[in-house]
């Protein structure tokens, strides 16, 4: 359980009907395709923004989204609205999915260009259209960022490298030359902490 934790919970910024979500679910697993184009143009551009800053390709996020759909529909009555909402069973399949795509042998054959850990957490594609919905995404990444700020450095800097390097807690502990009970822990710790931290900031803006 990484990153998509905290994605779960800065979702309710934006999407907090949740009720909304799980119709659009059912209509779906009823092979309703004006509900999958809905629950697409619902979702779209916050999920590009996670792929995005994960794959760090537009042409590989435009990909990836276009099979987190797929998935979706083909996987919908795996969606059990008793164990969790709507937008947390998509953050992780989306996760999943980008991760599977930076981790597959095309995408490492490719000239990778170098990844800092302290970019922001949502690359946000200017929207033209529709600037408010560009100020809510800013909002949520600036949200994020005074949240990473608010927890030791220790604990952000495996969750930064989680997230954006798609690693394991293994692969963690080796990179960081420690172990991996010390990855698990501040993993643990720091993810209970931010989720504090944003349910804080969110009830205050609300």
Known sequence: MFIFNILATIGKVTHGNSDDEVQLMKRIKARDEEALEELYELYKRLLFGMILSIVKKREEAEDVLQEVFVKIWN??????????????????????????????????????????????LFTLEGDKHDPMETTIFSDRAELVKKALQEIPESQSQVIKIAYYRGMTQSEIADH????????????????????????????TDG
């Open 176 to 203: 960081l030359d420690i172990p991996l009970g010390t990855v698990k822990t501040r993993t643990r710790q720091g993810l209970i902490k931010l989720k504090r931290i944003l349910e804080e900031f969110i009830s």
């Open 75 to 120: 996987k919908a009555d795996s969606f059990d609205e008793n164990r969790g909402n709507a937008y947390s069973w998509i953050v992780t399949l989306t996760r999943n999915k980008a991760i599977d795509r930076i981790r597959s042998k095309g995408y490492k054959t490719q000239k990778k260009a170098s990844v800092s850990i302290h970019e922001p």
